[in-house]
Protein backbone atom coordinates (compact mmCIF):
# COMPACT_ATOMS: atom_id res chain seq x y z
CA UNK A 1 0.00 0.00 0.00
CA UNK A 2 2.92 2.17 0.34
CA UNK A 3 4.60 3.72 -2.24
CA UNK A 4 7.81 6.20 -2.00
CA UNK A 5 8.06 8.39 -5.08
CA UNK A 6 11.50 10.41 -5.56
CA UNK A 7 11.98 13.43 -7.86
CA UNK A 8 14.24 16.03 -8.53
CA UNK A 9 17.36 14.43 -10.21
CA UNK A 10 19.08 15.40 -13.03
CA UNK A 11 22.65 16.70 -14.52
CA UNK A 12 24.16 19.31 -12.68
CA UNK A 13 27.48 21.08 -13.06
CA UNK A 14 30.20 20.26 -10.31
CA UNK A 15 29.60 23.14 -7.45
CA UNK A 16 26.01 23.46 -8.45
CA UNK A 17 22.78 22.86 -6.42
CA UNK A 18 19.75 20.12 -6.53
CA UNK A 19 17.12 19.82 -4.09
CA UNK A 20 15.69 15.88 -3.88
CA UNK A 21 12.32 15.41 -2.59
CA UNK A 22 10.19 12.23 -1.25
CA UNK A 23 6.85 11.54 -1.12
CA UNK A 24 5.00 8.67 0.89
CA UNK A 25 1.56 7.69 0.49
CA UNK A 26 -0.91 4.74 0.63
CA UNK A 27 -1.67 3.56 4.19
CA UNK A 28 -0.01 5.60 6.96
CA UNK A 29 -0.02 5.70 9.98
CA UNK A 30 3.14 7.42 11.02
CA UNK A 31 6.35 7.87 9.15
CA UNK A 32 9.42 7.45 11.87
CA UNK A 33 12.69 7.72 10.62
CA UNK A 34 13.46 8.96 7.28
CA UNK A 35 16.51 9.02 4.62
CA UNK A 36 18.46 8.77 1.45
CA UNK A 37 20.92 6.35 -0.15
CA UNK A 38 22.96 6.25 -2.71
CA UNK A 39 24.43 4.13 -5.01
CA UNK A 40 26.52 4.65 -8.05
CA UNK A 41 27.72 2.23 -10.51
CA UNK A 42 29.78 -0.91 -9.97
CA UNK A 43 29.19 0.47 -5.70
CA UNK A 44 27.37 -0.58 -2.86
CA UNK A 45 24.06 1.20 -1.92
CA UNK A 46 25.86 3.62 0.74
CA UNK A 47 23.80 6.06 3.77
CA UNK A 48 23.74 10.01 3.18
CA UNK A 49 21.54 10.92 5.47
CA UNK A 50 18.56 10.16 7.54
CA UNK A 51 16.47 12.33 9.81
CA UNK A 52 13.66 11.07 12.74
CA UNK A 53 10.73 12.38 13.10
CA UNK A 54 11.73 15.07 15.52
CA UNK A 55 14.25 16.20 13.16
CA UNK A 56 17.76 14.96 14.23
CA UNK A 57 19.82 14.60 11.63
CA UNK A 58 22.67 12.31 10.53
CA UNK A 59 24.90 12.81 7.62
CA UNK A 60 27.78 10.69 6.23
CA UNK A 61 31.22 12.30 6.21
CA UNK A 62 31.40 12.73 2.53
CA UNK A 63 28.26 14.53 2.56
CA UNK A 64 28.74 16.39 5.55
CA UNK A 65 28.48 20.47 5.42
CA UNK A 66 27.32 20.29 1.66
CA UNK A 67 23.88 18.54 2.14
CA UNK A 68 21.11 19.34 4.81
CA UNK A 69 18.26 16.59 5.22
CA UNK A 70 14.96 17.87 6.05
CA UNK A 71 10.87 16.68 6.20
CA UNK A 72 7.82 18.16 6.15
CA UNK A 73 5.44 15.88 8.26
CA UNK A 74 2.23 17.44 7.28
CA UNK A 75 2.51 16.12 3.63
CA UNK A 76 4.81 12.64 4.97
CA UNK A 77 8.13 14.42 2.53
CA UNK A 78 11.20 14.12 3.23
CA UNK A 79 14.11 15.96 0.97
CA UNK A 80 17.52 16.68 -0.03
CA UNK A 81 19.12 20.16 -0.50
CA UNK A 82 22.22 19.23 -1.96
CA UNK A 83 25.06 22.22 -2.81
CA UNK A 84 28.74 22.11 -3.98
CA UNK A 85 27.91 18.64 -5.98
CA UNK A 86 31.43 17.11 -6.51
CA UNK A 87 31.14 14.51 -9.65
CA UNK A 88 31.33 11.51 -7.08
CA UNK A 89 27.78 12.94 -5.86
CA UNK A 90 26.74 11.27 -9.41
CA UNK A 91 24.30 8.06 -7.90
CA UNK A 92 20.88 6.81 -8.12
CA UNK A 93 19.45 8.42 -4.71
CA UNK A 94 17.12 6.58 -3.07
CA UNK A 95 14.03 7.55 -0.25
CA UNK A 96 13.76 5.47 2.53
CA UNK A 97 11.22 5.40 5.21
CA UNK A 98 10.25 3.47 8.13
CA UNK A 99 6.97 3.50 8.19
CA UNK A 100 3.60 2.33 10.53
CA UNK A 101 0.23 1.67 9.26
CA UNK A 102 -1.40 1.40 12.99
CA UNK A 103 -0.83 2.27 16.53
CA UNK A 104 0.10 -1.07 17.34
CA UNK A 105 1.55 -2.08 13.77
CA UNK A 106 4.62 -3.37 13.01
CA UNK A 107 7.04 -0.99 11.30
CA UNK A 108 8.55 -1.64 7.92
CA UNK A 109 10.57 -0.14 5.64
CA UNK A 110 9.87 0.99 2.47
CA UNK A 111 12.33 1.99 -0.52
CA UNK A 112 11.53 4.47 -3.62
CA UNK A 113 12.86 3.48 -7.22
CA UNK A 114 15.56 6.23 -6.89
CA UNK A 115 15.93 9.35 -8.96
CA UNK A 116 19.58 9.81 -11.01
CA UNK A 117 21.67 12.50 -10.20
CA UNK A 118 24.53 13.35 -12.81
CA UNK A 119 27.29 15.75 -11.63
CA UNK A 120 29.53 16.71 -14.48
CA UNK A 121 31.14 19.39 -16.75
Known amino acids: QVQLVESGGGLVQPGGSLRLSCAAS????????MGWYRQAPGKQRELVAT???????NYADAVKGRFTISRDNAKNTVYLQMSSLKPEDTAVYYC???????????????WGKGTLVTVSS
Open 51 to 57: ITSDGSA
Open 26 to 33: GSIFSINR
Open 96 to 110: NAVISNAVLGVANIY
